[in-house]
């Protein structure tokens, strides 16, 4: 595997489920990101990790929760989502944070019912 | 929040055609990134730039760093099918520290047969 893979490629879930999304980098990075991508809106920035320590949250809810065991692996757990939490989960990563130059994962495609 | 603006937001044009499309920022970035999304994938990042007024070329796509600072440049020559997607431009204001990316709107690109 080269670059940065991310599963499931889709998920659909319940609003009572509990479901994890994950992410692998193959580069040597040392920082990992989660990315929400929603239609006809920017990619919002969710978390930041570097070298394993998360460095920020941005407001995310609680009901998205990041793990992230080393620099190679970053885990997003999802509990009772609601349904305009359908989007696409982008996993990205740099050298280092505030490098500038991020690699983005083929995302995950969540969908709420 | 910032926000940078992308223009056009979506351009239909046909094979063989020459394509510019271009990013504006109200401020100062010091580096900006090109990224090509695909139906169903995650960006792929095209071309990095890190210096004002820099050109650098990646096959048939060429970008610049405007003078300013505030703007960036996106041009492909001589279109094929697979040129096909949407085009983000991307700006980190320092290397380094704290510093997030910040991306467009995109500019969604169709080749008409």
């Known amino acids: 595997e080269t670059g940065v893979t991310q599963t499931p490629r889709h998920l659909v879930m319940g609003m009572t489920n509990k479901k994890s999304l994950k992410c692998e980098q193959h580069?040597?990075?040392?920082?990992m990101y989660w990315y929400k991508q929603s239609a006809k809106k920017p990619l919002e920035l969710m978390f930041v990790?570097?070298?394993?320590?998360?460095?920020e949250n941005n407001s995310v809810p609680s009901r998205f929760s990041p793990e992230c065991p080393n620099s190679s692996h970053l885990f997003l757990h999802l509990h009772t989502l609601q349904p305009e939490d359908s989007a696409l989960y982008l996993c990205?990563?740099?050298?280092?944070?505030?490098?500038?130059?991020?690699?983005f994962g083929p995302g995950t495609r969540l969908t709420v019912t | 929040g910032q926000q940078l603006n992308q223009s056009p937001q979506s351009m239909f044009i046909q094979e063989g055609e020459d394509v510019s499309m271009n990013c504006t920022s109200s401020?100062?970035?010091?580096?900006w990134l090109w990224y090509k999304q695909e139906p169903g994938e995650g960006p792929v990042l095209l071309i990095a730039?890190?210096?004002?007024?820099e050109l650098t070329s990646n096959g048939r796509l060429t970008a610049q760093f405007g003078i300013t600072r505030k703007d960036s440049f996106l041009n492909i020559s001589a279109s094929i099918p697979s040129d096909v997607g949407i085009y983000f431009c991307?700006?980190?204001?320092?290397?380094?520290?704290?510093?997030?990316?910040?991306f467009g709107t995109g500019t969604r690109l169709t080749i008409i047969p």
């Open positions: 990205a990563s740099s050298q280092d944070r505030g490098w500038g130059e991020q690699y």
């Open positions: 580069l040597g990075h040392n920082a």
């Open positions: 990790y570097n070298f394993k320590e998360q460095t």
């Open positions: 401020s100062i970035f010091n580096t």
């Open positions: 730039l890190y210096k004002a007024g």
């Open positions: 991307a700006g980190q204001k320092a290397l380094g520290g704290n510093e997030k990316l910040t």
